[in-house]
């Protein structure tokens, strides 16, 4: 049996006392319908399924008069869905006629509206219809069977869904040009948005906004009601009252007084209070609890002890629970509440050995404690194993967009899909399963992440902990849903998609500057310079296919502009690192990067505008966040790249510089000095590079007088003209001898002379075929090299896992397309007591490395820029060298955090740069034998990510940089 969508009886039957909500919904399926087939469906209201004629037939059980009849029609028991929270049926089932209907039968209200969007979804229309402007392919119709019959299961987490925060300049300017403000109008579609994902739960907007007056008057709220949104307010505005309403209504002449303070000023916010609570409480809502100080600060001074702020919050919550049972309900427990644990809450919650938190506090009881993760999607503090199950629960606050230290993120999407996996995967397993709420910012440039986090908090079975793979399959499913028709384009869009968000990840764009990836070490500016035109080629090419279909804005929007301008914005940091480092060795060719710099920043405006243009106009406004080389937490004094010029030298000049070293020379008599290769002691090196560039005037030849016999160049001579750079290209020789040795040669430029010395390892065959070898330096060099970029890297999906027969026993998993070098492990079960596993159960990740020689040598663990999960927790691993089992008496426990750190406080120095250069790392030096070892780690404390092993000499110093050795990535 098989109902045809577009073909069979074009009806959506509706009961006369159904929701008026689901009513607008059905219309608003009925218009996807003609949108994907061109078929008119009428709305229809009846007080029986009549004649079960065909078509589709809608009703919510409670409510609806024909949701009885539909469930026997299905032969479905009243009791499969009775008291279940947003499920429905969804059924074909035979007509009187011989002919088919569909029919939706939801458990509630929302359960109605997700049933009749997944016709919808069926047909292909996606959640981002509006705000993307995703047009689905067209059909004639759709045919649907048995086969699509289901019972839908209750979402995973209770309530679901974001924050519009940080609206100004962007979100804001363009609700204003297009809406008038923040009115009703705006929020039908923010409240649709959320209902196709399957969400039903919105912080409004609150700068410079009220939800509740704006609408005009109650009409926001009034609307959210009716469609089934359940409204709170953000983690600083209480009692169904928004932060912007106490500027209008207070005053010394007023019932509410001056004062945000409830010490001072305790009636008068009490009346403020009370009044919200009257006018809000009717709707479905999560009351806010607690109380920050104004425009979300701490709201004591700093001379008040942990005790006065504690005490003063447990005497707000008291008063507001009697308030919300005076004006809401006597019975507490219906009336959903929050309390956020943000900031400065953390400690009141939790208290120390002066003073006991809030956490348990009775009068807590029933009110969901918000947990909050550190405002750059690490999580803090979670539940412990006692209180997982609290009455109350627990939620969760997540950000996508911050607005605040050590540097705000506001721009486009810098939030890679493994990490929200990991992370909120800890949260979920912690028992954070009642409220999962994300800070979207303009909403607009987060619309993949928003995706993810909506259906992993729906479905976590799905998408969840079990699905190691889950943000790689989820990114593929995306791109399907968003560009149906287009399988060619598939791969590629992935791709694109994938790169610019770990781009964007690693290095927020706000925080990047000319500093950051260093120009010449490690060859990073050349390797994500190759990454950016890659990028770019590939969009172009993309974007010269689809502007001429009906996908074009969305492809503008959802992939052109954000790989594009981010690309934009990396390569002209780049080239402003380039830019200066030439300068500095005063080489012309710093001038070349000048001029680039310049396009790009023509290149933003022009994509900015682009974004503007889509859609006729629609988006107009809607990009215009700063978003370039902040030097503060936000936008002002931000600094867009100096461009350095360099003026030619009258007279001949060479300079003579590694391409991958910021070591060079003139080769002047009095101020020479020697130009030291070193890597092709590594066994990944197969060459290096050298530039020779005309800094002067007129031609000037150059040759190579000295040559050691085993060095071999691209060329042994040459002219270079005014304003020319050549490259020299330097490897070993087959006659190079055994063992690590330093070679030289010089180089002579008309008055000037150039000494190079080439350090090289002669590979024996079995070394070349070591993938873990530590390259090291020529014991003759160490009298005048200081500093070296020699290191191996062992990335953690390298390292070899311990097995375990027992599928449920503890073990490390390893997580692809993760982190800043592209994969991680992590011990599972995520929130695991190891201190209480026996050793011997323990699961070990192991690096096994080659050091050619004795001597001492550091060993780095870089790990992702985790938070402590308890009060106790350092973030620590167990180590050792060369084990013989997990419970060898050689391991050691090593924290990976210092004891003072403090996740999400800006005055902690370890945190703020673990987040900005997203990662944290822990330094070791060891005595190391020649040959053979193995690094193991054990997990100790829960929620740690390893991300890569670096073992390198101790005898010299790191060369600074970003990545030092790349990871492998790219098309």
């Not at 397309?817 to 079960?829: E, I, L, Q, T, W």
């Not at 013989?884 to 750190?901: C, I, K, L, R, W």
Request: hydrophobic share 35%.
């Amino acid at each position: 049996m098989e109902y045809i969508i577009g073909s069979d009886n074009r009806q959506i039957v509706l009961g006369e006392d159904e929701w008026s909500g689901v009513k607008k919904i059905a219309a608003k399926v009925a218009g996807d319908i003609k949108l994907v087939t061109d078929a008119e469906y009428k709305i229809t209201e009846s007080t029986s399924a009549g004649d079960f004629s065909g078509g589709v037939y809608a009703a919510t059980l409670g409510k609806s008069s024909l949701a009885k009849e539909l469930l026997d029609k299905c032969g479905i028991s009243e009791d499969t869905l009775a008291g279940k929270r947003e499920c429905y049926a969804f059924q074909v089932v035979e007509t009187v006629n011989g002919g088919s209907a569909l029919v939706i039968v939801g458990s509630d209200k929302r359960g109605t509206i997700y049933g009749l969007f997944h016709i919808s979804d069926l047909l292909g229309v996606s959640p981002w219809v509006y705000f993307a402007d995703v047009s689905p392919k067209k059909r004639d119709s759709v045919a649907l069977t048995d086969a699509d019959n289901f019972v839908s299961k209750e979402p995973s987490v209770k309530y679901r869904g974001f924050f519009i925060n940080d609206e100004w300049p962007s979100f804001g300017t363009w609700t204003f040009k297009h809406f008038g403000g923040f009115t009703a109008q705006m929020y039908e579609h923010v409240f649709e948005l959320i209902l196709r994902m399957k969400g039903n739960y919105l912080w409004p907007a609150m700068w410079t906004s009220n939800f509740s007056l704006d609408g005009p008057g109650l009409a926001n709220a009034e609307l959210a009601d009716e469609l089934g949104i359940v409204m709170s307010n953000s983690h600083h505005e209480p009692c169904l009252r928004h932060s912007e309403e106490w500027d209008l209504v207070k005053g010394d002449d007023t019932k509410y007084g001056s004062a945000w303070n409830f010490s001072k000023n305790r009636e008068g916010l009490i009346n403020y209070w009370r009044d919200g609570l009257s006018r809000n409480g009717k709707f479905e809502n999560v009351v806010t609890m607690g109380m920050r100080g104004e425009r979300d600060s701490e709201v004591l001074g700093r001379e008040a002890t942990l005790q006065d702020n504690i005490d003063y919050l447990k005497d707000v919550i008291t008063v507001q629970n009697n308030l919300i049972k005076e004006t809401i309900s006597e019975d507490l427990d219906s009336v959903p509440r929050m309390l956020a644990i943000y900031k400065e809450v953390e400690k009141y919650f939790y208290g120390d050995e002066t003073a006991e938190g809030l956490r348990y506090w009775p009068e807590l009881d029933g009110i969901t404690c918000m947990l909050c993760d550190d405002n750059f999607a690490n999580m803090r503090k979670l539940p412990e194993e006692f209180e997982k199950d609290r009455r109350g629960g627990w939620g969760m606050y997540y950000h996508f967009d911050y607005h605040g230290d050590p540097i705000s993120y506001e721009w486009v999407n810098s939030t890679h899909l493994s990490k929200v996996w990991e992370q909120m995967g800890q949260a979920y397993e912690s028992g954070v399963r009642d409220i999962w709420i994300v800070n979207v910012g303009d909403l607009k440039p987060q619309e993949l992440p928003l995706s993810f986090f909506m259906d992993l908090a729906y479905d976590f079975d799905k998408w969840g902990t079990s699905n190691t793979d889950s943000a790689t399959e989820y990114l593929r499913n995306w791109v399907e849903r968003q560009f149906a028709g287009c399988e060619d384009a598939y791969e590629d869009i992935y791709a694109l998609l994938d790169t610019y968000t770990y781009v964007n990840s690693i290095r927020r764009p706000e925080a990047l500057n000319e500093r950051i990836y260093h120009p010449v070490n490690y060859g990073e500016a050349e390797y994500m310079l190759q990454l950016a035109d890659i990028s770019v080629s590939k969009a172009e090419d993309l974007w010269d296919k689809f502007k001429e279909t009906p996908l074009k804005d969305a492809f503008y929007q959802l992939v052109y502009f954000p790989v594009c301008a981010s690309m934009n914005l990396l390569e002209m940091q780049l080239f402003a690192g380039i830019n200066h480092h030439l300068a500095g060795q005063g080489r012309p060719s710093a001038n070349i990067y000048g001029g680039l710099i310049n396009e790009c920043m023509d290149r933003d405006l022009e994509l900015q505008k682009g974004y503007y243009e889509c859609a006729d106009g629609k988006w107009d406004g809607i990009m215009g966040s700063e978003h370039m080389g902040f030097v503060h937490w936000n936008d002002e004094e931000a600094r867009y790249p100096v461009v350095h010029t360099v003026i030619p030298s009258r007279r001949p000049r060479v300079v003579v510089a590694g391409s991958y070293s910021d070591s060079y020379t003139m080769g002047g008599d009095w101020t020479r000095h020697p130009i030291v290769l070193t890597g092709l002691c590594s066994p990944t090196c197969f060459f290096e590079k050298l530039e020779l560039e005309n800094a002067g005037t007129g031609d000037i030849e150059w040759k190579v007088t000295e040559c050691d016999e085993w060095i071999s160049l691209s060329a042994s001579e040459g002219v270079l003209k005014e304003g020319d750079t050549d490259i020299l290209v330097v490897t070993t020789g087959d006659n190079l001898p055994e063992g690590t040795f330093v070679g030289k040669f010089v180089i002579k430029a008309a008055m000037y002379k150039v000494e190079v010395y080439v350090c090289a390892r002669n590979f024996t065959e079995e070394e070349a075929a070591i993938d873990h070898f530590v390259p090291v330096l020529p014991d003759e060099v160490a009298a005048f090299v200081k500093e070296s970029d020699l290191e191996l890297s062992i990335e953690a999906g390298e390292l070899e896992l311990s097995e375990d027969e027992d599928a449920q026993a503890p073990s490390y998993r390893i997580i692809d397309n993760y982190g800043k070098y592209g994969s991680a492990a992590k011990a599972f079960p995520v929130n695991c007591d190891f201190g209480k596993v026996a050793a011997e159960d323990l699961p070990s990740l192991t690096g096994s490395f080659y050091v050619p020689k004795d001597g001492k040598y550091e060993i780095r663990l870089i790990t992702a820029p985790c938070n402590p999960l308890s009060t106790e927790s350092l973030l620590r691993v167990k180590m050792a060298i060369d084990p013989e089992s997990t419970t060898d008496a050689a391991f050691e426990s090593v924290t990976t955090v210092g004891a003072g750190y403090q996740g999400g406080e800006r005055t902690c120095p370890e945190w703020t740069k673990g987040v900005l250069d997203n990662q944290h790392e822990t330094v070791l030096t060891r005595n190391l034998s020649k040959g053979w070892h193995d690094l193991t780690i054990l997990p100790q404390d829960p929620g740690v990510v390893i991300e890569r092993l670096v073992i390198r000499e101790a005898a010299f110093a790191r060369k600074d940089g970003y990545l030092h050795n790349c990871p492998v990535r790219g098309f």
